[in-house]
Nanobody, 124 residues
Framework: QVQLVESGGGLVQAGGSLRLSCAAS????????MGWFRQAPGKEREFVAH????????NYADSVKGRFTISRDNAKNTVYLQMDSLKPEDTAIYYC?????????????????WGQGTQVTVSS
């Protein structure tokens, strides 16, 4: 069992930055690939980024590539999402998710554990 708690969301102006954190419980954090997803009002949940068990492999949605950076610290049981050059269309609830295995995935139903989400609002 893994419990995930996101933090770091908030209100920011377009062009600004935020850093999201996701703290995981348990002693087997490094057994999980981690992902970030987001869901805007009236839209389906969409993939943002994922990172492999050791941080060596990362993948991003085209919409955030070059602006967002996913990383993890297995010693702290934490995964991060650094978001720069934010745009109003990035406004959404952001969720972190854990997938047992070495590599992440872009499909949300391949992730077993989910956090409750943190709101990110980007004003124009």
């Amino acid at each position: 069992q893994v419990q995930l708690v996101e933090s770091g969301g908030g209100l920011v102006q377009a062009g600004g930055s935020l850093r999201l954190s996701c703290a995981a419980s348990g002693r087997t954090f490094s057994s999980y690939a981690m992902g970030w997803f987001r869901q805007a009002p009236g839209k389906e949940r969409e993939f943002v980024a994922h990172v492999s068990w050791n941080g060596g492999s990362r993948n991003y949605a085209d919409s955030v590539k070059g602006r967002f950076t996913i990383s993890r610290d297995n010693a702290k049981n934490t995964v991060y999402l650094q978001m720069d050059s934010l745009k109003p269309e990035d406004t959404a609830i952001y969720y972190c998710a854990a997938r047992l295995g070495l590599l992440g995935a872009v499909t949300y139903d391949l992730y077993r554990y989910w956090g409750q989400g943190t709101q990110v609002t980007v004003s124009s």
